[in-house]
């Protein structure tokens, strides 16, 4: 059990890992339909008894009905103001049950599961490089210390492996049970891309052209007006950014004509990862541009009638 004390005496078996994270927005959105339940119980319950009391109808003061209408009232204000706070409890509950499910769809991403990973792997290499260092420095003690400084050495060095040796089995399992999750969610989008140099594809600088691939990033032309040469990390490419390979051989035109519908398709279909024809770009700056002349024309027509 990692991170759990157990009394002495007690008996504890491992029942296995508990996925409480991915169960919090099913409890969360449970949490809120009892407490928009209840909210919307005490509205007409408040309601209810309100309709006792006649429109505009006044506190009889003095009369021998004076205190148990007020109480009545009272009970109406406070069933009311409960029940606004249950609503308002409902809709903290469900922003939270919100953010939880995409805090939960985020930890499934690809590249997060990746780095998962890869803190796994320096936490390995971290705890072999404790261990390193623990029998270098009681090395000394070992060679040259007393008997009792051997001894205490020694046990040192014996605790440290042990503690070592569950520590990277924990972490090993861990990296295994993390690549077993990334491999089911169909591994990292820039596996299946097979990048080449002179291949083209759309990022924040602009049309790209590969002109080094490294380990975890791409050196690349820029071919914006700056015509600048930059380094971009390789995680950050989609199939969906890819605009030419190099073995089609096509020309600067026809690459910059696929370009130009790469930003027509980002641009009228809300940054989709599907890749636009050129009739398709085109029909839809046309469309646009009709709109927009619609635009102007009834802006220019209400302010006639405005002056007139």
Not at 88 to 104: G, I, N
Not at 125 to 133: C, E, Y
Not at 203 to 226: D, F, M, Q
Request: one cysteine or more.
């Amino acid at each position: 059990m990692r991170g759990a004390v157990v009394p002495a005496g007690v008996i504890v078996t491992d029942g296995g890992t508990c996925e409480y994270a991915a169960e919090r927005p099913d409890r969360l959105a449970a949490a809120t339909e009892r407490h928009a339940g209840e909210a919307n119980q005490l509205w007409e319950r408040s309601d209810k008894m309100a309709e006792a009391i006649p429109l505009g109808q006044p506190i009889l003061v003095g009369h021998y009905s004076e205190h148990r209408d007020r109480n009545y009232r009272k009970r109406i204000q406070n069933m009311t103001i409960k029940s606004i706070e249950e609503s308002r409890t409902a809709q903290d509950l469900a922003d939270k049950a919100r953010s939880s499910a995409y805090a939960q769809k985020k930890r499934m991403d690809p590249g997060v599961i990746a780095r998962r990973i890869q803190k796994l792997q320096a936490d390995v290499v971290s705890t072999t490089n404790h261990l390193t260092h623990v029998i270098q420095f009681e090395g000394w003690y070992l060679v040259k210390g007393t008997e009792e400084q051997k001894a205490a050495s020694l046990k040192k060095i014996n605790d440290t492996k042990a503690w070592s040796a569950a520590k990277i089995a924990e972490l090993e399992a861990d990296i295994a049970r993390e690549q077993a999750t990334l491999a089911s969610v169909g591994g990292l989008p820039f596996d299946s891309l097979d990048l080449h140099v002179g291949d083209f594809f759309a990022a924040w600088p602009g049309l790209c052209e590969i002109t080094r691939i490294n380990k975890k990033t791409v050196s690349v032309h820029a071919h914006n007006r700056y015509n600048e040469r930059r380094t971009l990390d390789i995680t950050k490419i989609k199939p969906g950014h890819i605009i030419a390979r190099a073995s089609e051989g096509l020309t600067m035109e026809e690459i910059h004509t696929r370009y130009g519908a790469y930003t027509m398709n980002t641009t009228y279909r809300h940054r989709t990862t599907e890749t636009l024809t050129p009739e398709e770009a085109e029909q839809a700056r046309r469309e646009t541009q009709v709109k927009l002349q619609q635009e102007i024309a009834t802006r220019e027509e209400q302010v006639m009638r405005e002056k007139g």
